[in-house]
């Protein structure tokens, strides 16, 4: 594997780490930016939505530069929006320091997930988003817990400071470890980077991802209630199993990445089903400790860490250039606002076991939109373009 890949891995644990601290630190970012816990709250909306609107406009300016040079670029917009956050003296510029962050955040993983495709072997490229995806996985294992700790011992104010560093070095990393290339893979240009919008399968493809993510954050997103007031653990006992739920995903990405090149509709066939199984679980067997921990951890295997076969089949149904892999991740994005935001509604009118059947709705109508490409049963997809000229034959070679 090129260690390109893995230097990506280290960006987008950066990009991460700075989406959730806000997560961690709500009652002490509210008292000193003079905000409510709703008002907070915001921030971790307002994150998201820049991610998923504003990112695919961001990595159109930068399409034309070579990939190299546009991380580089994106490093340098986040940067500033964790530096403005960690100065930030009131609310109104902690929301633009978010909203800066969480476009460059999508950008890069476009950029990020596009290089991936570009640098490494067509049939290993599922295995290659899957090490880089690995950031996402991290960043919820580690960067969470790790950025509160540091937030709640020395401020959260050094919290988005030490996000800053791990910017630095991972910007450090992407110039000396990721090879130059004279133009992202995709092809001709903006023309033919949205034409390929106009397929009408490209859309049902992408409505997989978001049903994918938007199951499995309708009950992540409600973890700590549900294991708290249902399955009756103490508050002090939840952050562990987190922890445990981070390294399930980490697991479950790598085996995902095993199989996501070769077996690309079934694995998200397979893995819908049994999100469908473990939601559905979770909900019938919420105030059972036991049960509950295995249902939460077989979320944890087959939810989010989807995302490397679900990034093969969108690269195979348009192109694996930057504007495509943006536009995924804008919808892997609206899964997580529509699974989050809806769940919110649901246990308003049901109770905290809602959000869990919402969940296994949403994974139903998943599986909907993958079976008509499980019925096909076609030969092999073709990989989405070989590298571009230019590319470092060494980099391919090394997968």
């Given at each position: 594997m090129p260690r390109a890949v893995y230097v990506l891995a280290l960006g987008i644990f950066a990009m991460v780490t700075s989406e959730f601290v806000v997560a961690g630190l709500m009652p002490q970012m509210a008292d000193g930016l003079n905000a409510t816990i709703p008002q907070i709250g915001y921030l971790i909306t307002a994150f998201a939505v820049a991610m998923a609107a504003g990112g695919p406009f961001l990595t159109v300016a930068v399409m034309k530069l070579p990939?190299?040079?546009a991380l580089m670029a994106l490093f340098a917009i986040f940067l500033a929006g964790n530096v403005l956050a960690a100065t930030?003296?009131?609310?109104?510029?902690?929301?633009?320091?978010?909203?800066?962050?969480?476009?460059?955040?999508?950008?890069?993983?476009?950029?990020?997930?596009?290089?991936?495709?570009?640098?490494?072997?067509?049939?290993?490229r599922g295995r290659a988003i899957a090490v880089a995806m690995n950031g996402l996985m991290l960043g919820t294992l580690?960067?969470?817990?790790?950025?509160?700790?540091?937030?709640?011992h020395f401020g959260w104010r050094a919290a988005f400071w030490t996000i800053t560093l791990?910017?630095?070095?991972?910007?450090?990393?992407?110039?000396?470890?990721?090879?130059?290339?004279?133009?992202a893979q995709g092809g001709g240009g903006f023309r033919e980077e949205v034409g390929v919008f106009r397929k009408p399968r490209l859309w049902l493809v992408l409505s997989t991802s978001?049903?994918?993510?938007?199951?499995?954050?309708?009950?992540?997103?409600?973890?700590?209630?549900?294991?708290?007031?249902?399955?009756?653990?103490?508050?002090?006992?939840?952050?562990?199993?987190?922890?445990a739920y981070g390294a399930a995903t980490v697991v479950g990405n790598n085996v995902v990445g095993r199989f996501a090149d070769k077996h690309t509709v079934p694995v998200l066939a397979?893995?819908?089903?049994?999100?469908?199984?473990?939601?559905?679980?979770?909900?019938?067997?919420?105030?059972?400790?036991?049960?509950?921990?295995?249902?939460?951890?077989?979320?944890?295997l087959v939810?989010?860490?989807?995302?490397?076969?679900?990034?093969?089949?969108?690269?195979?149904?348009?192109?694996?250039?930057?504007l495509v892999n943006t536009v995924h991740s804008s919808f892997i994005t609206l899964g997580i606002i529509l699974g989050s935001s809806i769940g919110a509604v649901v246990i308003g009118a049901w109770g905290l076991r809602a959000p869990l059947w919402l969940g296994a709705i949403m994974a139903v109508a998943g599986l909907a939109t993958v079976l008509p490409d499980l019925a096909r049963r076609p030969a092999p997809e073709p990989a989405p373009a070989a590298p571009a000229a230019g590319a470092p034959a060494k980099q391919a070679e090394q997968v």
């Amino acid at each position: 594997m090129p260690r390109a890949v893995y230097v990506l891995a280290l960006g987008i644990f950066a990009m991460v780490t700075s989406e959730f601290v806000v997560a961690g630190l709500m009652p002490q970012m509210a008292d000193g930016l003079n905000a409510t816990i709703p008002q907070i709250g915001y921030l971790i909306t307002a994150f998201a939505v820049a991610m998923a609107a504003g990112g695919p406009f961001l990595t159109v300016a930068v399409m034309k530069l070579p990939p190299r040079t546009a991380l580089m670029a994106l490093f340098a917009i986040f940067l500033a929006g964790n530096v403005l956050a960690a100065t930030a003296s009131g609310y109104a510029t902690m929301m633009a320091a978010r909203i800066v962050t969480g476009i460059a955040s999508q950008a890069f993983f476009g950029v990020g997930i596009s290089l991936c495709a570009q640098i490494t072997r067509p049939e290993v490229r599922g295995r290659a988003i899957a090490v880089a995806m690995n950031g996402l996985m991290l960043g919820t294992l580690l960067g969470l817990p790790i950025s509160t700790l540091v937030g709640e011992h020395f401020g959260w104010r050094a919290a988005f400071w030490t996000i800053t560093l791990i910017t630095v070095i991972a910007a450090v990393a992407t110039l000396f470890g990721v090879p130059r290339i004279e133009r992202a893979q995709g092809g001709g240009g903006f023309r033919e980077e949205v034409g390929v919008f106009r397929k009408p399968r490209l859309w049902l493809v992408l409505s997989t991802s978001t049903l994918i993510i938007g199951a499995t954050f309708s009950a992540f997103s409600y973890f700590n209630p549900i294991l708290t007031d249902l399955a009756g653990f103490s508050a002090g006992t939840v952050p562990v199993l987190l922890i445990a739920y981070g390294a399930a995903t980490v697991v479950g990405n790598n085996v995902v990445g095993r199989f996501a090149d070769k077996h690309t509709v079934p694995v998200l066939a397979v893995g819908l089903v049994l999100n469908t199984v473990f939601l559905a679980g979770f909900a019938l067997l919420a105030d059972l400790p036991v049960p509950a921990i295995i249902c939460m951890m077989g979320i944890g295997l087959v939810g989010v860490t989807m995302n490397p076969a679900m990034a093969t089949r969108v690269q195979r149904t348009g192109n694996a250039g930057p504007l495509v892999n943006t536009v995924h991740s804008s919808f892997i994005t609206l899964g997580i606002i529509l699974g989050s935001s809806i769940g919110a509604v649901v246990i308003g009118a049901w109770g905290l076991r809602a959000p869990l059947w919402l969940g296994a709705i949403m994974a139903v109508a998943g599986l909907a939109t993958v079976l008509p490409d499980l019925a096909r049963r076609p030969a092999p997809e073709p990989a989405p373009a070989a590298p571009a000229a230019g590319a470092p034959a060494k980099q391919a070679e090394q997968v």
